[in-house]
């Protein structure tokens, strides 16, 4: 039996150690950490007590094994209370810690007077030493704790088990589990073995489950969770002031990204003529101005720059300074603005219009993190290709306006994505039927865009070209597109030539859900999809375009190598 006792300190023990590593790495909480050291406690007065040779030794070691009666139980009742998403009043938590308190003072006092125990004698139980006593009337306090917290508990876990949908069920049922089992194996003990001790299994065993416990409930710790998220991202920058410009610390990305801040020694105050009061600046202008951000060019990437303030107990301590690598965004809109000024310089004054438009999707994309820059560019290239092709061979017979004006609209046929959320933008692998259906809004999306954007502008022609790019690009010939699943020649004819460089591009590119195809796998499934997906009379076209297609991919890939490589 004594390796019984043992054995339950050492895990008890264990236990506890774990709990303190994980309270280390900010994953334990606290009631779970008492309750383990209390277990632990209660587990080394049961030891003591089976190895001691006088009644007095014993009577001492009774009293550590109250431990676990006396403040485990209270614990577990809290730590369910925070399961639960339920708060215990702060003065409710100090008269029942006081009620806990007074009944192990009965406890430390129980051999100076009859009114805990009236009678306590020595023995031999198990072939270990126990004391056996006869309870007085002060024990009832100890029944009233003990089954007050218990029944408490149960009732809450039941109460949360049905009606708060807000908590896991399965961390409900475990705690449930745990309060039913101690409750019976204490009740039962004391019936059919009273001198038996099964307490020290059940502690090691609630200490097995409080583990486990944990580490679920870690996963449901949604500010830790997306704050310790946010932490590991290598493109996001954090540094903490208090409300007198202290500096409180930093990530170690800003580090990287703001020179001279490793040296800045924490609660250091940053003034006026400090190598890094452009924070000052920052702070005051967020003051003045709740919604203000800024840029900050470092390395040769540009960061977004916010403020926002440090909460603790509703009450505001100091500024949180965010940068975030919002390089990708920003090169997007230099690109738009390249793409213009290529586009200016092409056309005449009267294509002023189309400047305009892309100017003002522009300022619309500074606003999103939206990341299909690259294919804005390329499918308005490949459109051009196309059209030189048709040009040259003299595949039909469209007018030179005509043509313009579908190299010009090109640039705005996925305007409309950037209302989707980003959880489908950019997810990797299949959309689901809802995701899918979100995505399938965009065309629309994009002529209510087109539409505001050209408002009162006297090109009809360009508009009527832009707005069938927008809305129809995703149908197909067959009728099984979308939006409105129209089929043949219902769909018009340059939204037929868009659908061509629009999946051509999505073939031969890489995306966050696929890697880039080679050319021949490419141009295998572009003539497959001639007369089911693509108009058939394209396919010449797309033919007789194909090796510069290639070259132009190429070297947009060699490109992009070197870019990546420079990096």
Same mark, same amino acid.
């Given at each position: $039996? ?55 030794? !014993?009577?001492? !070691? ?30 409710? /938590?100090?008269?029942? =810690? ?73 961390? *409900? ?25 099964? $307490? ?19 996963? =449901? ?89 440090? &909460? ?11 940068? !975030? ?6 090169? =997007? ?21 189309? %400047? ?21 560019? /390329? ?18 017979? &469209? ?42 809004? %965009?065309?629309?999306?994009? *002529? ?17 070209? !832009? ?5 129809? %690009? ?23 030539? $868009?659908? *061509? ?24 499934? $572009? ?24 070259? =132009? ?5 060699? *490109? ?8």
């Amino acid at each position: $039996m004594i390796n019984y006792f043992l054995l339950s300190v050492i895990l008890s023990g264990l236990f506890l150690s774990a709990s303190i590593l994980d309270m280390r790495t900010r994953r334990m909480n606290y009631y779970f950490s008492f309750i383990h050291f209390a277990f632990f406690l209660a587990n080394c007065g049961y030891l003591g007590l089976a190895l001691s040779t006088n009644l007095e030794q !014993a009577l001492t !070691a009774n009293k550590a094994t109250y431990i676990g009666g006396c403040f485990a139980t209270p614990i577990m009742f809290f730590a369910i209370c925070y399961v639960c998403n339920y708060r215990v009043g702060k003065w409710v /938590r100090f008269f029942l =810690y006081a009620y806990c308190m007074f009944v192990y003072v009965l406890v430390l006092r129980s051999d100076f007077n009859d009114f805990y125990y009236k009678k306590v004698e020595f023995g031999q139980a198990y072939g270990v030493s126990t004391v056996f006593n006869e309870h007085g009337p002060g024990y009832k306090f100890f029944y009233i704790l003990l089954f007050g917290f218990i029944f408490s508990a149960v009732a809450l876990l039941v109460y949360t088990y049905l009606l708060k949908s807000t908590v896991s069920r399965k961390n *409900v049922r475990i705690l449930l589990a745990m309060e039913v089992v101690t409750i019976s194996v204490f009740v039962i003990g004391r019936n059919v073995a009273p001198d038996f001790e099964f $307490m020290p299994g059940v502690y090691v065993i609630d200490g097995i489950l409080f583990l486990y416990l944990n580490r679920r409930l870690a996963l =449901y710790n949604v500010q830790d969770n997306i704050t310790e998220s946010l932490l590991k991202k290598d493109n996001y920058a954090f540094v903490m002031f208090d409300n007198t410009y202290r500096y409180l610390g930093s990530n170690t990305v800003a580090f990287d990204i703001i020179p001279g801040i490793e040296k800045c020694r924490v609660d250091s105050k940053i003034q006026k003529g400090d190598m890094l009061d452009f924070f000052v600046d920052w702070i005051d202008e967020y003051s003045n101005n709740a919604l203000f951000s800024t840029g900050y060019y470092n390395g040769g990437k540009y960061y977004e720059v916010t403020v926002d303030r440090i &909460w603790y107990n509703d009450k505001a301590k100091g500024y949180l300074v965010e940068l !975030a690598d919002e390089t990708s965004k920003h090169n =997007y809109v230099d690109l738009l603005s390249k793409y213009n000024k290529e586009l200016e310089d092409r056309v005449n004054k009267q294509d002023i219009l189309q %400047h305009k438009m892309l100017i003002g999707m522009a300022n619309i994309v500074e606003n999103r993190d939206y990341l299909t820059g690259g294919h804005v560019k /390329r499918t308005s290239d490949v459109v051009r290709i196309l059209i030189d092709t048709i040009r040259q061979e003299k595949l039909f017979n &469209w007018s030179d306006e005509f043509c313009d004006n579908i190299i010009k609209a090109a640039p705005m046929h996925d305007l409309g994505k950037i209302v989707v959320d980003d959880s489908v933008l950019k997810k990797v692998g299949y959309l689901t039927d809802d995701e899918f259906a979100q995505m399938k809004k %965009h065309p629309e999306k994009s *002529v209510e865009f087109i539409t505001e954007m050209f408002s009162g502008m006297e090109d009809e022609n360009f508009l009527e070209v !832009a707005l069938n790019i927008a809305h129809y %690009h995703h149908e197909r010939w067959d009728g099984t597109g979308y939006p409105e699943g129209l089929k043949g020649e219902e769909i018009p004819i340059e939204a037929r030539l $868009m659908a *061509v460089a629009d999946v051509y591009d999505a073939l031969v590119t890489e995306r966050c859900y696929k890697a880039a195809m080679d050319f021949s796998e490419a141009d295998a499934i $572009m003539e497959e999809k001639m007369g089911p997906h693509f108009d058939i009379q394209f396919k010449p076209v797309y033919e007789l375009s194909r090796e510069r297609l290639e070259a =132009y991919y190429r070297e947009t890939r060699l *490109v992009k190598s070197v870019s990546d490589t420079d990096l």
